[in-house]
């Protein structure tokens, strides 16, 4: 057992995955957590040496939550990653309102509630830090993946927000605003994304160096980081010209092929 414990959601793939690990090369404990019936990287972190514990739980759900939550609260936590989270593809009117309301409550609704537990709990102890996984996607509008991108637009605003109110306590918050990075994200059917050129496209982000630039950020204390020189040139330009063009540019990438006239 390392004297040191972390909790990441969503680490069962993609940058959970490696945060986990980062985490555990570190010294860290582990408790994980993610959909999956059994979360396979649980077998690749006790590689490491440390220990990890490994929760199934429905974070979209209140019943996840708590259930989550409980395997938690009695434990004094070093690092918070708030991980978890779900794309979806397609015109808003096509969507199926069901995979709507499961991105907000998933994004916006889970995230919000573990970070408001989380930072009272540490808080209280008057330690930890804290890494929410927002998106570059918060800053531009997303045809194609509208409900996306508004539900990281409300975790990059909160997570500035709060940093604001915990400008002097010892808590860290750090936001790692990731482009798009070849995850899976891009090829799980529930996510409706395959269909698209972003999901096609080989220029995405390494996850590797992606999640390492968030873990990097997250000791230092930094309050956000957008990695890659391509990510940070989308974000400063974003802020600079009329909405419609980043707009334009997202939809080039997110429209599936499948909508475009033959
Ligand atoms: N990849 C990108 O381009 C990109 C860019 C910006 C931001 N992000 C953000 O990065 C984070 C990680 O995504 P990723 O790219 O690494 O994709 P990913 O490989 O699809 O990882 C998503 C993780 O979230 C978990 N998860 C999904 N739904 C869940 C639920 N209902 N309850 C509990 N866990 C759930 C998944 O677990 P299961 O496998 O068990 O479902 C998986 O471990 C997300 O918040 C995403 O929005 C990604």
Not at 205 to 218: C, I, Q, S, T
């Amino acid at each position: 057992m390392a004297e040191k414990l972390a909790v990441v959601t969503g680490a069962s793939t993609g940058l959970g995955r490696i945060l986990a690990r980062l985490a555990a090369e570190d010294g860290h404990d582990l408790v994980i957590c993610a959909d999956e019936a059994e979360i396979a990287a649980a077998r690749e972190l006790k590689g490491i040496g440390v220990s990890v514990e490994s929760h199934v739980a429905d974070l979209a759900t209140r019943d996840g939550i708590e259930t989550f939550w409980r395997a938690i609260a009695d434990r004094e936590i070093d690092l918070f990653f708030a991980n978890a989270g779900r794309a979806l593809g397609h015109a808003f009117h096509d969507q199926d309102w069901d995979a709507v309301r499961h991105r907000i409550d998933l994004n916006v609704l889970q995230t919000t509630m573990l970070l408001h537990r989380m930072g009272r709990k540490m808080h209280a102890r008057g330690a930890g830090r804290i890494l929410v996984t927002g998106s570059i996607g918060g800053f531009v509008p997303g045809p194609y993946d509208a409900v996306y991108n508004a539900t990281k637009a409300y975790l990059d605003s909160l997570v500035y927000a709060l940093q604001d109110e915990w400008r002097d306590s010892p808590v860290t918050l750090t936001c790692l605003m990731p482009g798009p990075t070849e995850t899976p994200i891009f090829h799980r059917e529930s996510n409706d994304l395959e269909d698209t050129p972003i999901a096609d496209s080989d220029s995405k982000d390494d996850p590797e160096k992606v999640a390492r630039a968030g873990y990097k950020a997250l000791m230092k204390g930094k309050r956000g980081v957008v990695p890659g020189w391509g990510s940070k040139l989308a974000t400063m330009l974003a802020e600079l010209v009329p909405q419609d063009l980043p707009a334009a540019v997202h939809k080039r990438g997110a429209k599936p092929s499948s909508d475009d006239p033959a």
